[in-house]
C-alpha cells in the first residue's frame, strides 16, 4: 500500500522557472492539502481540496497553483520560482469514512530555487 | 485566527527522565488537537489524537481548555523517541486544513 506518494523527491529550479510538483493517493481519500515546512516555521497550508474539481486556498497561496482533476491526484505548479519558495513541500491526504481523524503524509520533495 | 504555539524549539534530556513538549492553542471554536511526529529521515506521521485518550508509545496529552494547552508528555524517555514533535489543530472538517505549531526537537541522550 503505497499511501500517498510524492514526486520529485529533490529539485533545483532556476528563478523564473516553472515545474509541478506531483502528488498521488491511493487510498481513496477526498480531502487533500499541500503545506511547505521551513525552518522555524513549522509547516503551512499552502492549497487544499475537499474533492476532484474543488479547491480552495491555504494560509501561503501566492505563487502557487493547484487542481483536482480525479481523486487520487492533487499537483502544485510553481508558476515563476523564486527563492523564497525554497522549502520542503508536504502532500497530505484524509477521509471521513476513517472514522479516525488523520492526515497522512507524503515523504516530502524539497525544493530548492537558485 | 487559530494559532498553536511550542515554545520550544529544542529539548533535550536523558534516557529514562521525564519528558514535556509543551503546545498552547487559540482557537475561537471547539478545538480538535493532535501530536504529529517526522522521525529523522521518516514523514510526518500522527502519534495521537486529543478525542480519543490514547496512549501512544508511552506518550499521552491531555487537552486543557482552561489553559488551552496540550501538552505531550512520557514518564520516561528513550533514545527512540528523538525526533520532531509538532502540534497541530484541525480547523477544516476531516484534517484538511491544519495548522501547525512550529515544532520541537526532542534530543534523548544516552
Known amino acids: 500500500n503505497a499511501g500517498v506518494t510524492q514526486t520529485p523527491k529533490f529539485q533545483v529550479l532556476k528563478t523564473g522557472q516553472s515545474m509541478t510538483l506531483q502528488c498521488a493517493q491511493d487510498?481513496?481519500?477526498?480531502?487533500m492539502s499541500w503545506y511547505r515546512q521551513d525552518p522555524g516555521m513549522g509547516l503551512r497550508l499552502i492549497h487544499y481540496?475537499?474533492?476532484?474539481?474543488?479547491?480552495d486556498q491555504g494560509e501561503v497561496p501566492n505563487g502557487y497553483n493547484v487542481s483536482r482533476s480525479t481523486t487520487e491526484d492533487f499537483p502544485l505548479r510553481l508558476l515563476s520560482a523564486a527563492p523564497s519558495q525554497t522549502s520542503v513541500y508536504f502532500c497530505a491526504s484524509s477521509s471521513d469514512s476513517t472514522g479516525k481523524p488523520e492526515a497522512f503524509f507524503g515523504q516530502g520533495t524539497r525544493l530548492t530555487v537558485v | 485566527a487559530q494559532r498553536v504555539t511550542q515554545p520550544e524549539k529544542l529539548l533535550s534530556v536523558f534516557k529514562g527522565a521525564p519528558v514535556e513538549l509543551k503546545c498552547n492553542y487559540s482557537?475561537?471554536?471547539?478545538?480538535?488537537l493532535f501530536w504529529y511526529v517526522q522521525y529523522s529521515r521518516q514523514r510526518l506521521q500522527l502519534l495521537l489524537r486529543?478525542?480519543s485518550r490514547e496512549s501512544i508509545k508511552g506518550f499521552t496529552a491531555d487537552l486543557n481548555k482552561g489553559e488551552t494547552s496540550f501538552h505531550l508528555k512520557k514518564p520516561f524517555a528513550q533514545e527512540e523517541d528523538s525526533a520532531m514533535y509538532y502540534c497541530a489543530l484541525n480547523s477544516g472538517g476531516s484534517n484538511y486544513k491544519l495548522t501547525f505549531g512550529k515544532g520541537t526537537l526532542l534530543t534523548v541522550n544516552p
Open positions: 481540496s475537499v474533492g476532484a474539481g474543488i479547491t
Open positions: 486529543h478525542i
Open positions: 487510498m481513496n481519500h477526498e480531502y
Open positions: 482557537y475561537s471554536g471547539s478545538p480538535e
